[in-house]
């Protein structure tokens, strides 16, 4: 039997969508907005060494380990209730950030930022699966917030550094405020609410077995690449995998789980999990070394590193759109992730070949990495999407999210510590202790030995090079991972008759 062709997206749709992206945008933008925030932070409240570090990470933490739980609670009590409510706590937790009087009460607030943010990004992205139907409208829709997405990170930093040029540090989350407000009148009148129509019980059980799995191997991958491998990261990556494990035995035994098991039997969707953790083993494995080489070799200011830095997201804003044209012009999609994961390799080779006054083709590389990337991403996640059921948008999209924070915190602990590896491994002897663990800790006491600065800094780019050369290898490996699970998965997009657009997993 002929079904009807999905109803299209028209301008109401659109500008749904355009209101979705204010707080995405936020929320990315918050992972690094207090990257030129925290000296003047550090000046006025006075916190120590911890505070400091609980200050910058806080955030992150609480958003990985909760995006598990938000999303299955949107599938349940609504997602635009969800969103408006995580909006709410969003903006008033900036706005406590903002006047914070001391550093206790900086850190509360960005837990709660963390929490708002949890609520904000698999509603955004579970709506998208709801306002658009049509396969080739929800792909393109997609595409923006794969582009916006990584945007915002780039932007947060550029932006904390003008912000806290020309005001206080307090400005870099007054911003939220007017974003947050605009949601909360537009999102009762634009957007749709949904929710799945049998949710059962809430899996509370599944709540802190979750974020005991996500929050001890997302803390001990983050701190391994500048710490090393200590016993105690390495104890809590442990303790994550069996937490981890009791989680997946209980969402296999539970009779309402949080991220159904039927989910993976979805066409295609096992492999885009798989596929979406090393698109961001490979964004994230190369922050690392990039700051630091502009910053550290080549001597750039904070704020001009930055600016430097948004060079290479101008052609993100083309790679995402063009991998869903080709798709939508009849290319495989198995083709296109496998293409995005080739160019992305390519990106981490150019890396490979710097030497210690490569500006240019530092920006190069990482413009290619970056673009192939965010092809694989917006094309994993329309296919993750198409193939869960629209009543666990919220799960899918939560598992997605949560498959970032493990991918780039992956990334950032293997390949960092390669490179760490090889600078100290081509340190003298000779070099004081604080020289041969990091170049900050050479160039630090540089002016006491003179010489050391020079050497440190090759040293860095060697270590760069050598894991740059290992990115290229796991990008290389995922391009033909893709070729065999993508290819198994019948991902070609079909355009031609109602009944092949309103294929169940839409591909």
């Known amino acids: 039997m002929t079904q009807p062709a999905p109803a299209r997206a028209g301008r109401r749709e659109w500008t749904a969508l355009a209101v979705l992206m204010l707080p995405l945008l936020l929320v990315s933008m918050d992972v690094s907005v207090l990257y030129f925030a925290l000296p003047a932070i550090s000046a006025d409240l006075e916190p120590s060494g911890t505070q400091v570090l609980w200050i910058f990470d806080i955030y992150g933490f609480v958003l990985a380990g909760l995006l598990m739980t938000m999303g299955s609670l949107g599938d349940r009590i609504g997602r635009r209730r969800l969103l408006l409510a995580g909006a709410a706590a969003f903006g008033l937790a900036s706005l406590v950030a903002a006047y914070a009087d001391g ?43 794969s582009g916006v997405m990584t945007a915002g990170v780039a932007l947060g930093s550029v ?13 870099v989350f007054l911003v939220n405020l007017p974003a947050m407000a605009l949601l909360l009148v537009l999102g009762p ?10 949710p059962g019980r809430f899996d509370w059980p599944g709540v802190p077995l979750s974020m005991a799995a996500v929050l001890p191997a997302v803390y001990g991958l983050k701190e391994i690449p500048s710490e090393g491998w200590n016993v105690r990261y390495v104890v809590s990556i442990t303790v994550g995998l069996l937490f981890a494990a009791l989680f997946v035995h209980r969402q296999r035994t539970a009779s309402a789980p949080m991220i159904p098991p039927a989910l993976f039997r979805g066409r295609g969707f096992a492999p885009a999990v798989g596929l979406n953790l090393l698109a961001a083993f490979g964004m994230m494995g190369s922050v690392f070394f990039t700051t630091q080489y502009l910053q550290s070799v080549l001597g750039k200011s904070a704020l001009e590193a930055a600016l430097w830095a948004l060079l290479p997201s101008v052609p993100i804003g083309f790679a995402a759109p063009l991998a ?6 009849g290319v495989p999609r198995v083709h296109v992730v496998t293409a995005g994961f080739v160019i992305a390799a390519s990106g981490y080779g150019m890396l490979a070949l710097i030497d210690r006054d490569a500006l240019w083709l530092l920006l190069a590389g990482c413009g290619v990495l970056a673009s192939g990337i965010v092809m694989v991403m917006s094309q994993i996640m329309d296919l993750a999407l198409g193939a869960a059921p629209v009543e666990r948008a919220g799960a899918a999209s939560s598992l997605m999210e949560t498959g970032t924070e493990f991918g780039g915190a992956l990334g950032m602990a293997v390949l960092g510590s390669i490179g760490t590896a090889v600078y100290r491994h081509e340190m003298p002897a000779s070099a004081p202790a604080p020289a041969r663990e990091t170049l900050g800790g050479a160039l630090a006491v540089a002016d006491r030995f003179p010489g050391l600065a020079p050497v440190a800094r090759e040293a860095f780019t060697d270590g760069m090079r050598a894991a740059a050369l290992a990115g290229a290898v796991v990008l290389a490996a995922a391009g033909a991972l893709a070729a065999a699970t993508l290819r198994r998965a019948q991902t070609r997009e079909h355009t031609k008759t109602p009944d092949e657009q309103c294929s169940p997993s839409g591909v």
């Open 324 to 329: 869903t044209w080709l798709v939508r012009s």
């Open 159 to 171: 932006l904390s550094g003008v912000l806290v040029e020309f005001f206080w540090w307090g400005s």
């Open 103 to 145: 550093a206790a009460t900086l850190i509360a607030a960005r837990a709660m930022l963390g929490v708002g943010g949890a609520t904000l990004m698999p509603s955004t992205m579970a709506m998208i699966r709801t306002i658009f139907t049509d396969p080739g409208q929800r792909a393109k829709a997609i595409a923006v917030w």
């Open 189 to 198: 009148i634009l957007l749709p609410e949904s929710r799945s129509p049998d």
